[in-house]
């Protein structure tokens, strides 16, 4: 059966519309396990005390691996004051690099779609190349009524007409009409062109065939000048433009055989944490990998290339030897990022000599995300890379890799990779910044005091024709509940937002909500704190 269709569960289709409803409205008792929501005196889950935390990673990994080295580690100090501010923390992963990989032409197909225009597309030809027949009917010249004219009389090989692709050699005499079909060269001396329908004919009393028309034949009618779309050297789109399906067409009808893109920078994914399955239910402390799943289609989306998943064992050698010897522009971990006995990110990058350039983010869930330089800057070959699998690796010289960590959390997880991957990965591929957006929320949401909160929205037309953003439930950091029937992420500044309040959003690869120009959102003027 297609998967698609497959029934789930009770067999009734929930559409992504009612899941959002049913996320709005939760049933209090329908989810104990959600993070405790922000009552109106402050925040929720952030500054909580220790109970209501989340568990510290300790708790959650499997008891039958224990941790080697760090075992006899001091309990985790707590790094926020060191931690960045959110929107610090996405300027410094766009700005990791100097700019996008490699550009290189690209053959006009699969190969190019989602790469990103290294260079304006700019039009080799004017469009329509040469003025067309916008309907089938008739090409006439002068008003009428006219006098058909046998279509081999003005292009030899034109029996049933002047067809799409035949070229008229002669012009057409005023008061003399043609059979033309959509797209047919206009022939020299047409005024208009006459749709089939709105045509009548009539055996003459010499035995030709007269064309009349009860509404006439304006010039220009039906006729699509040359030029009308564009202009040979007219650009088309800017560099920085993603290469779509629509994206190819229009390169293909202006002349383009291959397109100048930008390498699409290579992701490497690494599951981290003994407790995870990968089929099957959660049994006896296990748990289901969600991470694995969601993050090689969610890059491709964003227009990277993936490796993996690779599951790793909690062990920071695998670890390390994994980062060193990978040879992704981009090496993303999952879990361990935390200072629980088994989190060994922290420790592997410090034995590769990688520098942190964000060791925490002022932002709810996931603020033990971090991003990593692992090259040195200054090209030299890093500590623990050996020359050989320096020399393997097909990236640039002047691109050092970088590493981002998630935090295992799922939705923690989903926050790192839009603060922290996705600019890094826009830099990389050369992608334009798209224009954040500002939507109205639809209830008010509580903040927490020092740092940014992402919470999941679904955006739906209000009775007045704008469009507003309801909250979601469900958010809380281990849950993917709300993120899969939402929208987008509302950025909700320190302090929280109240009703009617704009947020900016950040957009879901599936969702145009977002980042649509075209919906009736208010742009972003980064007066709150909510750069995107
Ligand atoms: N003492 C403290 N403990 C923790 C803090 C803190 O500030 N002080 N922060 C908590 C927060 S917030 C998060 S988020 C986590 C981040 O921890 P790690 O990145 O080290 O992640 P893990 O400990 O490996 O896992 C956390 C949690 O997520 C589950 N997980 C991991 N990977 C996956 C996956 N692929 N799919 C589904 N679930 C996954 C894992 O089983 C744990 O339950 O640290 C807190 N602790
Ligand atoms: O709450 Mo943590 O912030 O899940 O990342």
Request: charged share 20%.
């Amino acid at each position: 059966m297609d998967p698609w269709h497959a029934p789930w569960g009770n067999g009734r289709h929930e559409t992504r519309a009612e899941a959002a409803a049913e996320a709005r409205t939760p049933e209090p008792e329908r989810q104990p396990e959600q993070e405790p929501q922000p009552g109106p005196e402050g925040p929720g889950s952030p500054d909580l005390p220790a109970a209501a935390e989340p568990q510290p990673s300790a708790q959650a990994h499997s008891p039958s691996s224990p941790a080697p080295a760090a075992a006899s580690r001091t309990a985790p100090t707590h790094r926020h004051s060191a931690h960045s501010p959110w929107h610090v923390a996405r300027e410094a992963a766009a700005g990791a690099v100097d700019g996008p990989l490699e550009a290189a032409a690209v053959a006009l197909g699969p190969e190019a779609l989602g790469r990103v225009l290294a260079g304006a597309l700019t039009a080799l030809t004017d469009l329509p190349s040469f003025d067309t027949s916008a309907m089938d009917g008739w090409a006439v010249s002068g008003p009428g009524p006219w006098r058909v004219t046998a279509p081999s009389s003005l292009a030899p090989a034109a029996t049933a007409g002047i067809l799409a692709g035949q070229a008229p050699a002669r012009p057409l005499p005023d008061g003399h009409a043609i059979r033309i079909a959509t797209g047919a060269r206009i022939p020299p001396g047409a005024s208009a062109v006459l749709r089939s329908e709105h045509g009548e004919t009539v055996q003459a009393a010499d035995g030709g065939v007269l064309l009349s028309a009860p509404g006439g034949a304006p010039p220009g009618q039906d006729i699509r000048p040359r030029g009308q779309e564009c202009r040979n050297g007219d650009q088309l789109l800017p560099p920085g433009t993603p290469v779509t399906p629509a994206v190819l067409g229009l390169a293909a009808a202006a002349g383009y055989d291959e397109l100048w893109t930008y390498r699409r920078p290579v992701v490497e994914i690494l599951v981290l944490g003994d407790e995870l399955l990968h089929s099957g239910l959660p049994h006896e402390g296990r748990i289901r990998d969600a991470l694995g799943p969601m993050l090689a289609p969610w890059l491709h989306a964003l227009g990277a290339e993936t490796i993996g998943p690779r599951h790793l064992a909690d062990d920071e050698g695998v670890l390390y030897e994994a980062i060193a010897s990978s040879t992704a522009d981009v090496v993303i971990t999952t879990g361990g990022t935390a200072a629980g006995p088994v989190d060994h990110v922290h420790p592997a990058l410090h034995r590769l000599g990688a520098e942190l350039l964000v060791d925490g983010v002022q932002v709810r869930p996931g603020h033990p995300m971090l991003l990593a330089r692992l090259d040195p800057a200054d090209g030299s070959t890093p500590r623990g890379r050996s020359a050989k699998r320096a020399a393997r690796s097909a990236r640039s010289p002047r691109t050092p890799r970088h590493l981002v960590g998630l935090p295992g959390n799922p939705l923690a997880a989903v926050s790192g990779l839009l603060t922290l991957a996705e600019p890094l990965l826009g830099t990389l591929s050369g992608r334009m910044r798209p224009e954040p957006r500002r939507v109205r929320l639809a209830d008010g949401v509580h903040g927490h005091p020092h740092d940014t909160r992402l919470v999941p929205v679904a955006c739906r037309t209000d009775e007045k024709g704008g469009v507003v953003a309801s909250p979601l439930h469900f958010n809380g950091p281990a849950m993917l509940r709300g993120i899969a029937a939402a929208d987008a992420l509302a950025v909700i500044p320190p302090g929280g937002a109240a009703e009617g309040e704009p947020a900016a959003l950040l957009g879901l690869p599936w969702s145009p909500a977002a980042t649509n120009p075209y919906l009736a959102t208010t742009p972003d003027t980064g007066a709150t704190g909510g750069r995107a």
